[in-house]
């Protein structure tokens, strides 16, 4: 049976989930309806929120059902932005050089079609956010429209110092938007104590379906929406709503928090082994991010450079060997680029090119991690060897036999 050790791209529906999906199916009435069976939609879809919101630290209305983490991340900071630029400029974003790319993405047409600026933080060399950084940028508040920044990096598994960071913009009257898709289910999320605007969360990334997620908003805060039409969730994202789907994401939420203490215990136990496996089978290999020993790491996350060989070709060596892995965020699979997040880090675009990110989740055993560890070696050294061929005299290149 193949191993699968990618949770950060997605992880597999729990039981709870499909229970509660298929029985909603069911399901016959639009919530916005005012008859009698649309009024059942809409308990069971409020009912949902206030389960979402009970595991996300915040009130009930605060919680925008989305399409999923992408959506979420966008409507916060496109709708933030605008609103923000509603009555006089403020084209500044502050942004770590280290995020995801539907941060990225977005801040960059917004560049290109709203006339921001982007204000790139720089990260240190274990994927942390620069507070002295971030203070200085906040210097002159009165052009900044946001700052936006991950909980926890996607790749290497970095924890940022959420509340002080965003103290510090609270401080400077600039709102903040948290990317807390990679963090959710496996550290405390806290909205309300955060301090922060806006929020984003995804449900696949806790075992609920694929294609709901969620941007808790404050209710002080203002967003502009993405999507017009009928003005459902406060006239922040119009469309009928996906009862199923939230009572799913809902049910996902609820399991994920109840483990998530004791969950925590076993996976931080078993990624420690997994990393101290991957160091004695290759000990050229680099870890990037935080020593687990410094609380720095999500629990989930181990990240490597592998030096000589690329990426790509070991993840087709291990997937053959039976063990899925990731170069990084799935979201650019199939793209051979370098990592960003290693490049912010420092790190040169040949270490950024030998990347591998193995990821644990509820289902992950020590089998799982005696598998990778068996077939790691061997890969590495065939890995190694197409790396060289790739540079050898004459311009001839290589791949794995």
């Known amino acids: ?203 696949h990334k806790i075992g609920g379906p694929v294609g709901i997620g969620a941007l808790v908003l404050a209710r002080t805060s203002a967003v502009v929406p993405l999507i017009h039409g009928g003005g459902q969730q406060r006239q922040v994202r119009s469309g009928t709503q996906d009862v199923a789907a939230a009572v799913a994401f809902a049910a996902a939420a609820l399991a994920a928090e109840a483990e998530r203490v004791d969950e925590a215990q076993r996976l931080s136990a078993l990624r420690d082994r997994l990393i101290r496996g991957v160091r004695e089978a290759v000990p050229e290999a680099v870890l990037s991010g935080p020593e687990p020993s410094t609380g720095e790491r999500v629990v989930s996350n181990a990240h490597f450079v592998f030096p000589g060989a690329q990426g790509d070709s070991l993840l087709f060596l291990l997937d053959l060997a039976g063990v899925s892995v990731s170069t990084g965020s799935a979201c650019q699979a199939g793209i051979p680029e370098p990592s960003h997040v290693l490049i912010a880090m420092g790190r040169s675009e040949q270490e950024a090119r030998g990347a591998l990110r193995f990821t644990l989740g509820r289902t992950s055993t020590e089998a799982d991690v005696d598998a990778l560890l068996l077939a790691l070696p061997g890969a590495y050294a065939q890995a190694s060897r197409a790396g060289l061929a790739e540079r050898a005299p004459g311009g001839r290149t290589g791949a794995p036999a």
Request: aromatic share 6%.
């Open 1 to 203: 049976m193949p191993v699968y050790l990618d949770h950060a791209a997605t992880t597999p529906l729990r039981p709870e989930a499909i229970a509660a999906f298929t029985d909603a199916l069911g399901l016959v009435g639009n919530p916005s309806s005012i008859h009698s069976q649309g009024q059942q939609a809409r308990r069971m879809l409020e009912e949902a929120r206030e389960a979402v919101a009970s595991t996300l630290g915040c009130d009930p209305i605060e919680v925008v059902f989305t399409s999923g983490g992408t959506e979420a991340i966008n409507l916060a900071v496109k709708g933030m932005f605008w609103a923000r630029n509603a009555e006089r400029a403020h084209p500044r974003i502050l942004v770590p050089g280290g995020e995801h790319h539907a941060t990225l993405d977005a801040v960059e047409w917004l560049e290109r079609a709203e006339g921001a600026t982007a204000d790139w933080l720089p990260l240190d060399s274990e994927g942390r956010v620069e507070a002295d950084a971030v203070r200085s940028g906040l210097a002159a508040p009165d052009d900044i429209a946001l700052l936006t920044f991950l909980q926890v990096n996607n790749e290497v598994g970095t924890i940022q110092p959420v509340g002080s960071l965003a103290a510090l913009a609270a401080a400077a009257g600039v709102p903040v938007h948290v990317d807390a898709v990679a963090a959710y289910g496996h550290l405390p999320i806290d909205f309300r104590g955060f301090g922060v605007d806006a929020l984003s969360v995804s449900a």
